[in-house]
């Protein structure tokens, strides 16, 4: 069907008056009491108060008309958090009737929500995925088992590291290197060890750089506000092609992921007894108990499964690494601290153990600093709220969008002392943690929708964050200084630093 620019405007003036009535009634009924927010534009509402970086805008509108603040966006009403108080209230007394998800546009290109765990409706479906991944690799027996998959992708990203200093310096240059792609590089291979039994990136396989292209592409398309998730009128057109561009971006990953699925089925024919037992393994011998959700597990949902891991794995574990890094070089003195605690209870000739972690409160304290300033998932994911109900004396809708802004919540002014500065003492002899029972601090959410890879993620983020400066004595390059470090941020899947961080990695620790 063919629209000409006449009955295109004609179209979009007749749904302008439609709305603005019905705005208008809805105001005139008076009999809901919702929470205070800004004013908002005929059909617009407040999508202009979101701006190119939500979640510092939001943050401000909260001194203005408090934590709890009502918005419209676009067709629909979003609720945004921004307290520890309320931020409890939440998690403690509503959880389930927030625990619905409500999915951006992008994300049902090959109907990627309905197989995925993080943005899947809330049911019998998704609690099965749920306890299929929880059970196959978040168990702390099952962490514990895969604890030398995790030392090998920490010893080649020191080895890569090494190779590419020392490659650098044969050219003559200083040596300066991209910290993050390092650790992404790491995550993706984890990831693909844990999940298919294999490194993807660094090897000579086509599959390898081709999956890495695609996920990263898909991760740029996911970042980019979509009109659509706002006004449903125009998904079908798609104005922005933001999901025509997922389609063909999700679908390459897809279609790497479907030949490991089908070499894995093939192997399995030929060889009954394969060494090893792997996440594909798990999802390919799954039979369910009859309780609750299928009997197996399609193998559609078998592909987003596998690509989700990805996706969530990777570009979070970099993104915060980078930030934990940029804060040490901005404090000196507090790089020196975990230099020293590191040494005093590692020692300079052996590596990093996660034995070690837990006698590392340092390291732990900068780790939780930094996650408190630079929550990867600022908004976290947006929830939708399965029935109406009140919350802290307001009346909230069914189909509400919830925006739990863990940023802010970060520098709540009511919680924290000081809330700007860069403080790791402040997590010294405390017993605030990021495991959802905190509600100061969530960068993993909470309740039932709390993100189901955090332990792996402790792990992770400790042994690498240790390894890389047990190893390396870090140094910026000629033209940074601690006080001139852009903390400028890039907001997509996740917000990362807009300028990555780059440094030099000198005086390698003996073996």
Not at 97 to 116: C, I, L
Not at 422 to 436: C, N, Q, V, W
């Amino acid at each position: 069907m063919e629209w000409s620019s006449s009955s295109l405007l004609a179209w979009f003036t007749l749904l302008f008056i439609v709305l603005l009535l019905k705005q208008r009634l809805s105001r005139s009924l008076g009999a809901t009491k919702r929470p205070p927010g800004p004013p908002a534009w005929p059909v617009f509402g407040n999508m202009f108060d979101l701006g190119t970086i939500p979640h510092r805008n939001l943050y401000k509108l909260r001194f203005k008309y408090g934590p709890v603040i009502w918005l419209r966006l676009g067709c629909t009403n979003a609720l945004v958090i921004q307290s520890a108080k309320a931020a409890e209230e939440l998690f403690k007394n509503h959880d389930v009737t927030f625990s619905d998800r409500k999915v951006p546009e992008s994300f049902t290109a090959h109907n990627y929500n309905e197989g995925s765990l993080s943005l899947g409706r809330y049911g019998p479906n998704w609690r099965l995925l749920r306890r299929v991944v929880t059970m196959e690799l978040m168990t702390n027996k099952r962490i514990n088992d895969t604890a030398f998959i995790r030392r090998k992708c920490i010893d080649d990203m020191i080895k890569y590291i090494e190779e590419d200093r020392e490659a650098a310096l044969a050219r003559g240059e200083t040596g300066e290197l991209m910290v993050s792609h390092y650790v992404f590089v790491m995550a993706f291979n984890l990831i693909g060890n844990l999940v298919i039994s294999q490194d993807l990136l660094n090897s000579h396989s086509k599959e390898g750089p081709e999956f890495f292209e695609a996920v990263d592409k898909v991760m740029e398309w996911s970042g980019k506000p979509n009109l659509a998730d706002f006004m449903p009128f125009l998904k079908g057109l798609d104005p922005q092609r933001i999901k025509k561009n997922m389609e063909g971006d999700l679908g390459r990953t897809m279609k790497v992921v479907e030949g490991f699925v089908r070499q894995r089925t093939g192997e399995r024919k030929l060889i009954k007894n394969r060494e090893g037992r792997d996440f594909l393994d798990a999802l390919l011998e799954y039979k369910g108990d009859g309780e609750d959700g299928p009997d197996e597990i399609s193998a559609h949902r078998r592909l987003i499964i596998i690509l989700e891991m990805f996706i969530a794995g990777t570009e979070t574990t970099s993104g915060t690494i980078e930030w934990i890094l940029a804060e040490l070089f901005r404090h000196p003195e507090s790089r020196r601290k975990v230099k020293e605690e590191l040494n005093r209870v590692v020692g300079p000739k052996r590596k990093i153990e996660e034995s070690d972690i837990d006698e590392l409160p340092y390291l732990q304290a900068v780790i939780k600093e930094s996650m408190r300033l630079h929550t990867v998932l600022p908004l976290l994911l947006r929830r939708n709220t399965l029935q109406g109900t009140n919350f802290m004396g307001y009346d909230i809708p069914k189909d509400t969008q919830v925006f739990i802004n863990a940023w802010a919540i970060g520098r709540d002014p009511d919680t924290w002392e000081d809330p700007l500065s860069f403080k790791p003492e402040r997590f010294l002899g405390s017993d605030i943690d990021y495991r959802g029972q905190h509600f100061e601090l969530l960068p993993f959410g909470s309740g039932r929708r709390i993100c189901v890879g955090f332990p792996l993620a402790h792990r992770m983020l400790h042994l690498a964050l240790a390894s890389l400066l047990h190893s390396f004595d870090w140094e910026l390059g000629s033209n940074s200084a601690p006080e001139t470090i852009d903390m400028k941020e890039r907001v997509a899947f996740t917000v990362r630093k807009l300028t990555p961080l780059k440094a030099i990695p000198k005086k390698i620790i003996a073996e």
